[in-house]
T-cell receptor, first 116, second 110 residues
Framework: NAGVMQNPRHLVRRRGQEARLRCSPM?????VYWYRQLPEEGLKFMVY????????ESGMPKERFSAEFPKEGPSILRIQQVVRGDSAAYFC??????????????FGPGTRLTVL | QKEVEQNSGPLSVPEGAIASLNCTYS??????FFWYRQYSGKSPELIMS????GDKEDGRFTAQLNKASQYVSLLIRDSQPSDSATYLC??????????FGRGTSLIVHP
C-alpha cells in the first residue's frame, strides 16, 4: 500500500523561475493538504483541497502561489516567480476524511525547494 | 487565533529513562490531538492520536489529555537513542485544519 508520494524530492530554482510540486495521496484518500516548513520552524498550513475543489486556502500567500487537485492526476502546488524566501520544505499530507470526526493526516516525504 | 505551544528544547534524557513532552493549546473547542515524530530532514510520522480525557498507551508511548487544563503530553518509556527526533503536537477542532506546534527536540544519550 503506497504512501503519499511527492516529487520531485529536491528542486532547485533560480529567482524568478516557476516551481511545480506534485503530490499523489494515499490510495483511497481524497483530501490533500499542503504545508510549508522553514528551517527551525513548525509546519505552517497552506491549502486544503479535495478533488477539483479548494476547500481552504487561508494559509497560502495571495500572490504567486496556487494549488489544484484535478479529477485525474496528482495535486500540484505552483509557485511563480520564486524568491529566496520561498526556500523551504513543502509537505503534502492526505486523509480519507476531511472533517466531521476524528481523522488523521499522513505525510509524504516532502519536496525541498532551494531558490538560488 | 489558535495557538499550540511546545517547549522547543532540546530535552535531553539518558537512555532507558522516561521522556516527557508537553503541549498546551488555546482553543477550548479542540477535539482531536496528535503527536508526530520528525527525524531531521524527514517528514512527520504520526505516532499517537488521542480524543478523550485520560491516558492512551501504545507500546512505549503514552499520550495524556486534560481538556480542562488544555494540556496534552507524550511520555516515552525506556527511551532509546533512536527516539532522538523532534516531536510535533497537533490539535484539531472538528473539521478544521490541524494546528501544529513548533516541536520539541528530544535527545536520548547513551
Amino acid at each position: 500500500n503506497a504512501g503519499v508520494m511527492q516529487n520531485p524530492r529536491h528542486l532547485v530554482r533560480r529567482r524568478g523561475q516557476e516551481a511545480r510540486l506534485r503530490c499523489s495521496p494515499m490510495k483511497g484518500h481524497s483530501h490533500v493538504y499542503w504545508y510549508r516548513q522553514l528551517p527551525e520552524e513548525g509546519l505552517k498550513f497552506m491549502v486544503y483541497l479535495q478533488k477539483e475543489n479548494i476547500i481552504d486556502e487561508s494559509g497560502m500567500p495571495k500572490e504567486r502561489f496556487s494549488a489544484e487537485f484535478p479529477k485525474e492526476g496528482p495535486s500540484i502546488l505552483r509557485i511563480q516567480q520564486v524568491v529566496r524566501g520561498d526556500s523551504a520544505a513543502y509537505f503534502c499530507a492526505s486523509s480519507p476524511d476531511g472533517g466531521g470526526g476524528p481523522d488523521t493526516q499522513y505525510f509524504g516525504p516532502g519536496t525541498r525547494l532551494t531558490v538560488l | 487565533q489558535k495557538e499550540v505551544e511546545q517547549n522547543s528544547g532540546p530535552l535531553s534524557v539518558p537512555e532507558g529513562a522516561i521522556a516527557s513532552l508537553n503541549c498546551t493549546y488555546s482553543d477550548r473547542g479542540s477535539q482531536s490531538f496528535f503527536w508526530y515524530r520528525q527525524y531531521s530532514g524527514k517528514s512527520p510520522e504520526l505516532i499517537m492520536s488521542i480524543y478523550s480525557n485520560g491516558d492512551k498507551e501504545d507500546g512505549r508511548f503514552t499520550a495524556q489529555l486534560n481538556k480542562a487544563s488544555q494540556y496534552v503530553s507524550l511520555l516515552i518509556r525506556d527511551s532509546q537513542p533512536s527516539d532522538s527526533a523532534t516531536y510535533l503536537c497537533a490539535v484539531k477542532e472538528g473539521s478544521y485544519i490541524p494546528t501544529f506546534g513548533r516541536g520539541t527536540s528530544l535527545i536520548v544519550h547513551p
